[in-house]
């Protein structure tokens, strides 16, 4: 039964940051967005943006005048995106979460392969595009969209894909450790070249997305009653990752990870810098890359 243990902690781990996080969210009003500067054509790329809270992200871009790039899964839910935002204008980041065990065509665990590895993939084959396109003080932003529900992750790196012990709660927190680990340990090399290009991380809290599409039957009726309440809407989810991406007093400043506006402190093992050396190499490994 020694095995069983993974599952039940990580399952723990989980349930108990979402009641830390609802917690916070009923005793504290959600950031609100001050006047951001307008992005005079600057090209934003916000994947999984034809929905929730991505949906929110690049029509609030748009609106400052950025030439937003949704990037996702479904051709035709970015298309219906697009001729939503532009009639909005005219009027006036992707995940999953608690899915059963599923690979991704390449055969990775899901939520590793599409909430870490899709965007760590991504964000290098960009890279050299945003040294070029960010200079002193006007850097590029690379803005990772993680969750509180790292702080009960643990990463275990001879079981990335989670092929001795599967659990949708533990693979989903790993999934967003690995994110931050990512976040920072970039954010150190940047520095260490002198690069225009910063990185920085952001909690949206609980929102009232399709992401809770998973729970299990019990967890979607005792989520019911308190989301109307507690949860944040998309647009009070997006806020903060708005304002990472677009806010002049961040211009310059990375490896942070914030949470309703604010620094925060994420957890002390997304700061260990031999696990993000570690996992770094592996996702290079992985995607294939130098």
């Known amino acids: 039964m020694w095995w069983l243990l993974p599952c039940v902690l990580g399952f723990i ?25 307008k992005q005079n054509g600057k090209v934003a790329i916000v994947t999984g943006g034809a929905r929730g809270m991505g949906y929110e992200i690049s029509r609030h871009l748009a609106t400052l005048d950025m030439h ?17 935002i532009r009639e909005e ?25 599409l909430n870490y590895l899709g965007h760590f993939l991504l964000t290098n084959l960009l890279l050299d595009v945003l040294k070029k396109s960010g200079k002193p003080g006007k850097c590029s932003r690379i803005v990772i969209m993680s969750s509180a529900t790292h702080y009960g992750g643990r990463l275990t790196l001879d079981d990335l894909q989670g ?12 999934s967003k450790l690995a994110l931050l680990l990512f976040s920072y340990h970039l954010q150190d090399q940047l520095w260490v070249r002198g690069d225009p290009v910063t990185v920085n991380a952001v909690d949206p809290g609980m929102v009232d997305t399709a992401l809770y599409d998973n729970l299990s039957s019990p967890a979607q009726l005792a ?53 993000q050396t570690k996992l770094w190499k592996e996702s290079c490994a992985l995607v294939g890359l130098q």
Do not use: W
């Not at 781990?13 to 500067?37: A, E, H, M, T």
């Open 13 to 37: 781990r989980l349930y108990l940051d979402g009641v830390k996080v609802l917690l916070y969210q009923l005793f504290n009003r959600s950031f609100i967005l001050p006047d951001l500067p």
């Open 68 to 84: 937003v790039v949704i990037a996702g899964n479904e051709e035709h839910e970015g298309l219906a995106a697009v001729k939503k």
């Open 89 to 113: 204008l005219n009027q006036g980041k992707a995940g999953v979460m608690l899915v059963p065990e599923r690979r991704t065509d390449d055969g990775f665990e899901l939520h590793f392969g």
């Open 163 to 174: 092929r001795m012990c599967y659990s949708a709660h533990g693979a989903y927190a790993q």
């Open 223 to 275: 989520k019911k009653p308190f989301a109307k309440l507690l949860f944040r809407t998309p647009a009070e989810g997006a806020s903060t990752a708005i304002y990472t991406a677009a806010a002049s007093e961040l211009e310059g400043i990375g490896g942070l990870y914030l949470y309703n506006g604010r620094k925060t402190e994420s957890s002390a093992l997304s700061y260990d810098q031999r696990l």
